[in-house]
């Protein structure tokens, strides 16, 4: 009897350990289009079935995710603004950065078109053509790839946004920024696949698309820590995502049938 006893303990003994949850973890810091596309979610589930390592993540816009990877509190982000990620490179010295994969950016705005910047030749004439109707524009307003790349626009449409009375800043993620262009129907900047996400529910249209400035070009940056268990999980993650798996999940990600992500060799 204390035999079997001792087995029935020893049993329910392991059966514990086996149901407590892992602790192995990694934290990210990412763009708020790669979650709002869904693809982090993709990401994570994929992610943590292969390794056990559970992925957290900061979602933020691309100058704030430097800004904490320079601080110390991540060791891994995903970008998407390279003249900021040049100059990170160059004064963090970071393990690794790697350019992995891209979409687009696509100009959106009321079906009727008030600008008729679907007519523009380049991005910088739409941006032009807003500006010059006083049209209303929203920006992201908060350091994010998305928002320098609208920066850089205005300056090669040779005007300051900013200075259109109808210039809103609303300093929000791009799934709330695309929300508030469809309820104020106005014009906005945004990557096409959270676009796309939320299409269905919107009334505000793709209108000009296919410059080739704006592609949209998403990098990881791991940096370079001392040896903990937390930096070797975000090499772990660095290694899958830019593994020949993880091309094939994010080729792989699709919206309603279109493949939204492309990579980079």
């Known amino acids: 009897m204390i035999a079997k006893a001792r087995r029935i303990a020893l049993l329910s003994a392991a059966l514990l350990l086996s149901c407590q949850p892992h602790h192995h973890s990694v934290t990210i810091a990412t763009t708020t289009s790669v979650e709002g596309s ?14 056990g390592i559970m992925l ?7 100058g704030r995710a430097l800004r904490l990877a320079s601080q110390g509190k991540v060791d ?9 990620e040049r100059a990170f490179v160059a004064q963090n010295k970071p393990e690794l950065y790697r350019q992995f994969m891209w ?28 500006y010059e109707v006083r049209g209303k524009f929203l920006s992201r307003s908060d350091q994010s790839g998305t928002h320098m790349k609208e920066l850089s626009l205005w300056r090669a449409a040779g005007v300051s946004g ?11 993620p791009m799934a ?4 508030s262009a469809n309820e104020l129907q106005a014009y906005a900047l945004s990557d096409r696949a959270t676009f796309d996400q939320l299409a269905p529910s919107l009334h505000v249209a793709i209108l000009f ?32 995502i830019l593994s020949a798996g993880g091309r094939r999940l994010v080729e792989s990600f699709r919206i309603r049938g279109r493949q939204e992500f492309h990579w980079i060799d």
């Open 76 to 84: 891994l982000t995903i970008t998407h603004d390279p003249e900021a």
């Open 103 to 130: 979409n687009d950016f696509v100009i959106v705005g009321p079906r009727g078109d008030p600008a008729g910047i679907s007519r523009a030749r380049s991005a910088a004439e739409a941006f032009l053509r807003i």
């Open 176 to 179: 709330t920024l695309l929300r």
């Open 56 to 62: 957290n993540s900061f979602v933020i816009g691309s």
């Open 162 to 172: 900013q200075s259109n009375p109808n210039y809103i800043a609303i300093g929000q």
């Open 38 to 51: 869904g693809l982090l979610q993709l990401m994570r589930t994929e992610f943590e079935r292969q390794t």
């Open 209 to 240: 698309s296919g410059d080739p400035t704006l592609k949209n070009v998403y990098a990881v940056t791991l940096m370079r820590r001392s040896d903990s268990e937390e930096h070797r999980n975000a090499r772990t993650f660095a290694s899958w």
